[in-house]
């Protein structure tokens, strides 16, 4: 008898050992990616579908999006195509139309758009492209009223020396972006004035406008740090890249 109680004592034992380790591991894994379980739908234009960057074994374009999975530990989807503009002119893979396709209960939207509505901008004009902004906005805030929203601005580019015809220049189309996403309460990451684009750190881009490998990693830090603010997260794990750092915030 006082052998089986044994036993069962020491079986009892080991399987306490057992779930506090794996209690201890999953606090471990919990901590290093701090946003285990949470959804994110990146959408844009040919930089977040990073043409530029290095490919996969597939042939898949590696993106900073792929970078803020690695990081965070979320599950990442990248809903992007080139030279797309923000509302739907017969265009069939434009942002609003990548909108529309979110579910309603995803927890963080990266919006990266307004370059190409810009640069290929016909019938685009300032007022139009406005317009655009303000639809998509209040789609946002109004169809995920629970949802973390980034808004992301593109980066200094030669394209605003070349167009001059859209009624505005570069910096106001990103700046109204970024005027309109703090009257909703969004997140804003403004690379149109951070310290980062082929005229100051030409080593991370492969092109004039879209980031090589080096620049979807430091993209990704950056975006994946907006996007922890707001959590409330131990500060070991809020600042795990230490991004100071690196010189490119504002």
């Known amino acids: 008898?006082?052998?089986?109680?044994?036993?069962?004592?020491?079986?009892?034992?080991?399987?306490?050992?057992?779930?506090?380790?794996?209690?201890?591991?999953?606090?471990?894994?919990?901590?290093?990616?701090?946003?285990?379980?949470?959804?994110?739908?990146?959408?844009?234009?040919?930089?977040?579908?990073?043409?530029?960057?290095?490919?996969d074994i597939n042939g898949h374009y590696i993106s900073y999006t792929d970078y803020i999975g690695e990081y965070s530990g979320a599950a990442v989807y990248n809903s992007s195509f080139e030279g797309v503009q923000i509302g739907d002119y017969g265009i069939n893979n434009c942002i609003m139309q990548r909108l529309y396709n979110i579910p309603q209960n995803t927890d963080v939207i990266v919006f990266w758009a307004g370059v190409d509505d810009f640069i290929w901008g016909t019938p685009m004009n300032y007022e139009?492209?406005?317009?655009?902004?303000?639809?998509?906005?209040?789609y946002m805030k109004n169809y995920f009223p629970n949802t973390k929203i980034v808004v992301v601005t593109t980066f200094k580019n030669r394209s605003e020396a070349l167009r001059t015809d859209r009624g505005a220049s570069l910096a106001q189309f990103m700046q109204y972006?970024?005027?309109?996403?703090?009257?909703?309460?969004?997140t804003v990451v403004d690379f149109?004035?951070?310290?980062?684009?082929?005229?100051?750190?030409?080593?991370?881009?492969?092109?004039?406008?879209?980031?090589?490998?080096?620049?979807?990693?430091?993209?990704g830090k950056i975006i994946y740090e907006k996007i922890l603010q707001g959590y409330i997260l131990p500060i070991e794990v809020y600042d795990p890249l230490d991004l100071v750092s690196d010189n490119l915030l504002y």
């Open 192 to 219: 149109y004035n951070m310290d980062l684009s082929l005229l100051s750190t030409p080593e991370y881009f492969a092109d004039d406008i879209h980031p090589n490998d080096a620049g979807n990693r430091q993209v």
């Open 177 to 186: 972006q970024a005027d309109k996403a703090n009257v909703y309460g969004f």
């Open 1 to 55: 008898m006082k052998r089986i109680s044994a036993v069962l004592l020491s079986i009892c034992l080991i399987t306490i050992t057992v779930l506090l380790n794996a209690e201890s591991a999953y606090a471990g894994e919990i901590e290093a990616k701090p946003l285990l379980g949470r959804t994110i739908y990146c959408v844009g234009d040919s930089i977040t579908l990073a043409i530029g960057g290095n490919k």
């Open 128 to 138: 139009r492209y406005k317009d655009d902004v303000d639809y998509a906005f209040a």
